[in-house]
């Protein structure tokens, strides 16, 4: 997870949140925080609740607060600590108060983690780390160590060099996250544009499509209807021959069974010449040819976008993550 002051990532110990190294600075400025913000008369004194918790006796108020136990006292419960006959000597008491803040934090010392009666004095080059007596004695006697005082100032200008860089640094990101905000801008922008241009585009491919299928639906129903004009005037031609000989042949075949010899070779001779005449009309010139019709459709699998509606390219331009080269 990221840290919550830098944002650097880092592992959660093993043994959870309790395994990460103590963060004292922090630590210091939230209880001067906390100290600073308490004013007289609003906080109880911290020894007056300890003491009279079973009894239930009064609590005074708490107004004045001491560095080194980190707590809130009354006048009467702060007196012990100003004596110099307590343990390490008389504490620093300060009033509780707004202005308590920046002075708490320049004259608190700091604990050593591993033995907590005793305070951090000494820094340890091998190490990089604060150390204490102790420590010293124990694990660092053979290092490389100074007087924390006297090493803080110089590590002072490297920090204070770190800084500026870093403020630098700060400004250039800025400018490259407001260049990143007008690149996004005009690159959305640009989207749209196209988006527009390729809707145009289709409409246009739909409107060229609508037109010919209406073209060729205009054409097919043209030649539907002559098709039956040219039938309708075949149909008729054709009847006409038709009752024409089936008129002959019913004449013809009442005269021969009902007609009187007389009847017979008097119409013999006529008869004859309109059998003639219907046998030589040429019926089989009365032809119904009609148009052979067919569609082959367009395979639509070998249109690519850019003979349909158009080409759409992207390019990356510069480095940028995510973005490839592709048509």
Not at 109 to 129: A, I, P, R
Not at 141 to 160: F, G, K, M, Q, Y
Not at 278 to 291: E, F, I, T
């Amino acid at each position: 997870m990221p840290c919550p002051l830098c944002r650097k990532g880092f592992k959660i110990p093993s043994d959870g949140v309790e395994g990460l190294q103590h963060h004292f600075f922090i630590q210091h400025l939230v209880d001067a925080k906390n100290a600073s913000s308490k004013v007289t008369g609003d906080v109880p004194c911290q020894a007056c609740l300890e003491e009279n918790s079973e009894t239930g006796g009064d609590v005074a108020a708490a107004a004045i607060y001491c560095i080194e136990c980190n707590e809130s006292l009354c006048e009467k419960c702060s007196r012990p600590h100003r004596r110099t006959s307590m343990k390490g000597g008389a504490h620093q008491v300060r009033p509780l108060g707004a202005e308590l803040e920046q002075e708490l934090i320049q004259l608190r010392g700091s604990s050593c983690e591993k033995h907590k009666d005793e305070q951090l004095k000494l820094y340890c080059f091998d190490c990089n780390e604060n150390i204490c007596v102790v420590c010293f004695a124990v694990k660092h006697r053979n290092h490389s160590s100074s007087e924390i005082s006297d090493v803080a100032p110089t590590l002072r200008p490297r920090i204070d060099e770190d800084g500026q860089k870093i403020l630098s640094s700060i400004s250039a990101v800025r400018q490259q996250s407001e260049q990143v905000k007008l690149d996004v801008k005009l690159c959305v922008g640009q989207v749209d544009s196209v988006e527009n241009l390729i809707i145009e585009a289709g409409d246009a491919a739909k409107r060229f499509v609508d037109r010919q299928i209406k073209e060729y639906l205009v054409k097919l129903q043209t030649v539907k209807s002559e098709c039956v004009k040219q039938a309708e005037v075949v149909q008729e031609q054709l009847q006409l021959e038709l009752v024409a000989m089936e008129s002959f042949h019913t004449y013809s075949r009442e005269l021969l069974d009902k007609g009187r010899p007389s009847d017979i070779t008097r119409a013999a001779n006529e008869l004859h010449k309109r059998a003639t005449e219907l046998l030589d009309s040429d019926v089989s010139s009365v032809q119904y040819c009609p148009p052979h019709v067919t569609f082959t459709p367009a395979d639509v699998t070998q249109l690519t976008p850019s003979k349909l509606i158009g080409k759409l390219s992207f390019v990356n331009n510069g480095n940028s993550p995510g973005l490839a080269h592709y048509y």
